[in-house]
């Protein structure tokens, strides 16, 4: 199947600070991305639509100002938590769409705020 | 509010049978439905996804969607304890933006 990385994988750092999460297609060109979180024990939730070129798309109740997103080429798509809090603890996801529908999630990243 | 509704398990059934998880989703414009395995602390794996009504069959798997029902099921044919996860059932929504809308999960357990 298609290939999608995170980086890092796990991060932690002090409340305050922002945290880059770095998302890639390896084998492919994604024009879009997605950006999901997840809780412990609960289900995926959609964060914004990252579209190369152009604008993130937020979701109802995501805060644009705290998570930037940029699509800067066809094969990457980065995540910046900025001033980050104990409650943006969490997994954070991202997928992209080879052919569509398809799409392929990357590995994840868990943020740990202190 | 769009909702998509799984039941949450576990479902347990012994290794060799076959385990149908099923899902309901409010959403009447929704295109493509696709089924995710997410193993504990690891992100979704793709098991397929099915856009017609009728079955779809890749290996062990078959998909099933009614869209007049709004229910889409997966079964599992032949189960392995390998295939024990959490399986999400996943709508498009009818716009062409392709954002999933995932359902809670459910969670299978495969007994040797």
């Known amino acids: 199947g298609a290939v999608v990385s995170q980086h890092p994988s796990r991060v932690i750092c002090k409340s305050g600070t922002s945290v880059k999460i770095e998302c890639r297609s390896l084998?492919?060109?994604?024009?879009?991305m997605f950006w999901y979180r997840q809780f412990p024990k609960k289900s995926l939730m959609l964060m914004a639509t990252s579209n190369e070129g152009s604008k993130a798309t937020y979701e109802q109740g995501v805060e644009k100002d705290k998570f930037l997103i940029n699509h800067a080429s066809l094969t990457l798509s980065t995540l910046t938590v900025t001033s980050a809090h104990p409650e943006d603890s969490s997994f954070y996801i991202c997928?992209?769409?080879?052919?569509?529908?398809?799409?392929?999630f990357g590995p994840g990243t868990r943020l740990t705020v202190l | 509010q769009k909702e998509v509704e799984q039941n949450s398990g576990p479902l347990s059934v012994p290794e060799g049978a076959i385990a149908s998880l099923n899902c309901t989703y409010s959403d009447r414009g929704s295109q493509s439905f696709f089924w995710y395995r997410q193993y504990s602390g690891k992100s979704p794996e793709l098991i397929m996804f099915?856009?017609?009504?009728g079955d779809k069959e890749d290996g062990r798997f078959t998909a099933q969607l009614n869209k007049a029902s709004q229910y889409v099921s997966l079964l599992i044919r032949d189960s392995q304890p390998s295939d024990s996860a959490t399986y999400l059932c996943a709508p498009t929504g009818e716009d062409s933006s392709y954002k999933l809308i995932f359902g809670s999960g459910t969670r299978l357990l495969v007994r040797p």
């Open positions: 099915i856009y017609s009504n």
């Open positions: 084998d492919f060109q994604a024009t879009t």
């Open positions: 997928s992209a769409i080879r052919l569509a529908p398809e799409q392929f």
